[in-house]
């Protein structure tokens, strides 16, 4: 792997670390598998992340030709995208969306019979395949297009994405009670910061290339 390709690696693999935020999501699926089977929650995040693995592989693959169909230019969705992170990244660093995802947490608890699937809604979604996730996987296989080489990069920085989001899923119980609600505010907080750095640029490059070219 050349250095052009190591920094789209690096480039893609951290926004999807921050987006998909996989130690958000971990203390989140550990409430929603509270009481049941080691086995049943194994399940249930083995399941989940593979159903999201095929959703962000559709969309990366599929969602330039959903958007030609719609009318929509790569340009303007990348600016999109890049004000959905924007509005994701606001919420990470006044933690609203850890609140969103406890109350959604909460409401499924309550509605709770037995063991419920939750390997689709809401671990696949929107939990790990969410609106920024989708979006960013786009925008990368959008500004690489007809260049196979750099589209598998990013596919590999998804997929080692998901792999460490397997990982704390299966370790949640043990992750949340050495992280404890302090450290995991500060990493969110820090994910924030670097995540708006990303999504204005992304605002740029999208209005920049609208207007004057690429």
Do not use: C
Request: charged share 15%; proline share 3%; hydrophobic share 60%.
């Amino acid at each position: 792997m050349n250095a052009a390709m190591f920094d789209l690696f690096l480039a893609s693999f951290v926004t999807l670390f921050v987006v998909i935020d996989a130690l958000g999501v971990a203390p989140i699926f550990a409430t929603l598998t509270a009481g049941t089977s080691r086995a049943h929650s194994r399940n249930m995040a083995i399941r989940g992340t593979f159903i999201a693995a095929l959703l962000l592989l559709g969309f990366a693959y599929g969602g330039e030709w959903l958007l030609g169909r719609m009318g929509i230019s790569l340009d303007a969705f990348r600016a999109a995208g890049g004000l959905l992170l924007l509005l994701m990244s606001i919420e990470m660093l006044f933690e609203k969306r850890q609140a969103r995802r406890e109350n959604r947490a909460e409401s499924m608890l309550e509605d709770e019979d037995g063991p419920e699937d939750i390997s689709v809604f809401p671990l696949a979604i929107p939990l790990l395949a969410g609106p920024g996730s989708i979006a960013a996987v786009m925008i990368f296989m959008s500004q690489h297009h007809g260049e196979p080489m750099a589209q598998i990069v990013v596919i590999a920085a998804v997929i080692a994405n998901l792999l460490i989001a397997l990982i704390m899923l299966l370790i949640a119980p043990w992750l949340l009670r050495v992280l404890g609600h302090t450290v995991g505010a500060l990493i969110t907080r820090v994910f924030g910061v670097i995540l708006a750095a990303l999504s204005v640029q992304l605002i740029f490059d999208g209005v920049k290339n609208a207007f004057f070219g690429a």
